[in-house]
């Protein structure tokens, strides 16, 4: 049998926990409840209980684990020194450190974003390529900057925050960041409803969209079908986005752009939409750099802690 | 004695060339003419001749040598292949396969502006420090990242490429690479002379600019003066450089920024004038980065060429 590797996703509600092969294979998935009370005090004592009772099941010791990949919501650097965390009540610590307290194992950790990034590099829709940018499209607007396969932490484990590179001058609205104007606030699912609100708002034409209630996936479904504001509002948010992400491919020049999170299920439209714009904006060095969809979905963070593991084993 | 290594900066009207020790002490340094002609086919027998001159005139022979770094004013990707020099007429070749034509020493090639800021986190204003993006301002905007102490190519050889990082949605004169805004067009030497002539025709106000040939160092220097236009260019010069560069930590998280480049020479208030508006516009995470005053010149290219070499060699 080949040794075992956990790969963990602390999220603000959920931990989501992979249990893989050291090749690479997810061989069972569950979640805990992430509990933030007391500063968040018990995630990594619930974890590591979490993973001791999966090894007492499978029959297996120290011995036929590899080790722990963490991802955590907030700065992490290449020390595994996380940089608070403000969803889970959590301050500056080494992770392993704390971890080892309860079990040990190697662990390995690393910011979420840049870890789903690592997953969909590893086995999902940037399989196979060394140079990568990943942006995910969620709530907010997350990234991971992956260069000869390895991870772009930054000094203090910032690197890939793409979601908040400044985009628009003339904004009046704060971004959660603080800042105005940053890139989250218009290629969100949150930021697609804003646009789509002040599109309505400052429109008198005829729109489907007046009658539903404003989602991300309301407006890309009504693009789809032929709605002339939806799809306006679909090339607003092609133009910011793919504007934002010249600017970071001028930075890293890759080879591969990766789209994912909840926004991204609006499928091909999306990818279109920005790449339009993207050739539009960026240096000729970096045209030709490809786009495509991410493939992992929540998954991407438990491949990505998982190959943390492998790659940091690797390493030592 | 320690070996020793060539390190060469191939310039479109010079080529300079530097004679260190493989610990990174200047010996010597020189330049040849860049002989363009014929698709720049003599440019690497030059540099050939002249360090086997230089070899034979200090009585070295191969065993002495660790390698030549070369670095071309163009892309360059990871494996030493130039992917065309306008200013050289070169089109894509193994820049260490050629010269390994002229003479059998090891090769290593890269960008030039790269190169510079390698050298500069190795000997210079980034001396000790591992996640540096340097900024070369001169007659247009070069840029090198470093990230653990390692070159960012990017997969074609553009990585830091920022001088074309878009940064004005308004700008109706098209730059050197073809597009609108690049950030090139305000923070190069060329870019604050257009800023000062826009400035100077639509306000009527006095300044002693308009008794002066418009420089970058005129509009500095009358800027410590107080006057007040020259000083409401600086202004607008920071506001762009560092709202680019706060896009740039987005991305990379840098420990330290490194100002490089003619522009630079004008001191403090260029450091000054961009770290106001890089922390009003940077993601937090990032907003504690250090800036620093490039110290090598133009002996930056041949310092970071040497370095090249003196990382291949550890490497291969």
């Given at each position: 049998?080949?040794?075992?590797?956990?790969?963990?996703?602390?999220?603000?509600?959920?931990?989501?926990?992979?249990?893989?092969?050291?090749?690479?294979?997810?061989?069972?998935?569950?979640?805990?409840?992430?509990?933030?009370?007391?500063?968040?005090?018990?995630?990594?004592?619930?974890?590591?209980?979490?993973?001791?009772?999966?090894?007492?099941?499978?029959?297996?010791?120290?011995?036929?684990?590899?080790?722990?990949?963490?991802?955590?919501?907030?700065?992490?650097?290449?020390?595994?020194?996380?940089?608070?965390?403000?969803?889970?009540?959590?301050?500056?610590?080494?992770?392993?450190?704390?971890?080892?307290?309860?079990?040990?194992?190697?662990?390995?950790?690393g910011?979420?974003?840049n870890a789903?990034a690592l997953?969909?590099?590893?086995?999902?829709?940037?399989?196979?390529?060394?140079?990568?940018?990943?942006?995910?499209?969620?709530?907010?607007?997350?990234?991971g900057i992956i260069?000869?396969?390895k991870v772009l932490s930054?000094?203090?484990?910032?690197g890939?925050?793409?979601?908040?590179?400044?985009?628009?001058?003339?904004?009046?609205?704060?971004?959660?960041?603080?800042?105005?104007?940053?890139?989250?606030?218009?290629?969100?699912?949150?930021?697609?409803?804003?646009?789509?609100?002040?599109?309505?708002?400052?429109?008198?034409?005829?729109?489907?969209?007046?009658?539903?209630?404003?989602?991300?996936?309301?407006?890309?479904?009504?693009?789809?079908?032929?709605?002339?504001?939806?799809?306006?509002?679909?090339?607003?948010?092609?133009?910011?986005?793919?504007?934002?992400?010249?600017?970071?491919?001028?930075?890293?020049?890759?080879?591969?752009?990766?789209?994912?999170?909840?926004?991204?299920?609006?499928?091909?439209?999306?990818?279109?939409?920005?790449?339009?714009?993207?050739?539009?904006?960026?240096?000729?060095?970096?045209?030709?750099?490809?786009?495509?969809?991410?493939?992992?979905?929540?998954?991407?963070?438990?491949?990505?802690?998982?190959?943390?593991?492998?790659?940091?084993?690797?390493?030592?």
């Amino acid at each position: 049998m080949s040794k075992r590797v956990f790969g963990v996703d602390i999220g603000g509600t959920t931990v989501k926990m992979g249990f893989f092969s050291s090749e690479g294979d997810l061989l069972d998935k569950w979640e805990i409840p992430t509990r933030t009370e007391n500063n968040g005090a018990n995630i990594l004592p619930d974890i590591a209980g979490s993973i001791r009772k999966k090894m007492d099941s499978e029959g297996l010791t120290e011995n036929d684990i590899v080790g722990i990949g963490i991802s955590c919501p907030g700065p992490v650097d290449d020390k595994g020194v996380v940089h608070k965390c403000v969803n889970l009540g959590w301050g500056n610590f080494n992770v392993g450190d704390e971890m080892r307290k309860n079990i040990d194992l190697p662990v390995f950790a690393g910011n979420d974003a840049n870890a789903a990034a690592l997953g969909e590099v590893w086995k999902g829709g940037g399989s196979g390529r060394e140079n990568v940018v990943v942006v995910t499209l969620g709530t907010g607007v997350g990234g991971g900057i992956i260069i000869n396969g390895k991870v772009l932490s930054g000094s203090q484990g910032s690197g890939g925050e793409i979601g908040h590179i400044h985009i628009n001058d003339n904004e009046d609205e704060k971004c959660g960041c603080g800042n105005y104007g940053c890139l989250e606030q218009y290629a969100s699912a949150t930021g697609i409803v804003r646009l789509a609100g002040r599109k309505l708002a400052s429109d008198s034409r005829p729109s489907a969209l007046r009658d539903k209630t404003l989602t991300a996936k309301e407006v890309f479904d009504l693009a789809k079908d032929g709605d002339v504001l939806a799809n306006e509002i679909v090339e607003e948010f092609g133009e910011v986005l793919g504007k934002g992400l010249a600017n970071v491919a001028g930075v890293v020049n890759p080879e591969l752009i990766v789209i994912g999170g909840g926004v991204s299920k609006a499928g091909q439209i999306v990818i279109d939409v920005v790449k339009k714009n993207y050739v539009k904006y960026v240096f000729h060095g970096s045209r030709g750099s490809e786009f495509a969809l991410a493939t992992l979905g929540n998954d991407a963070g438990i491949y990505g802690s998982a190959k943390l593991v492998i790659d940091g084993v690797k390493r030592a």
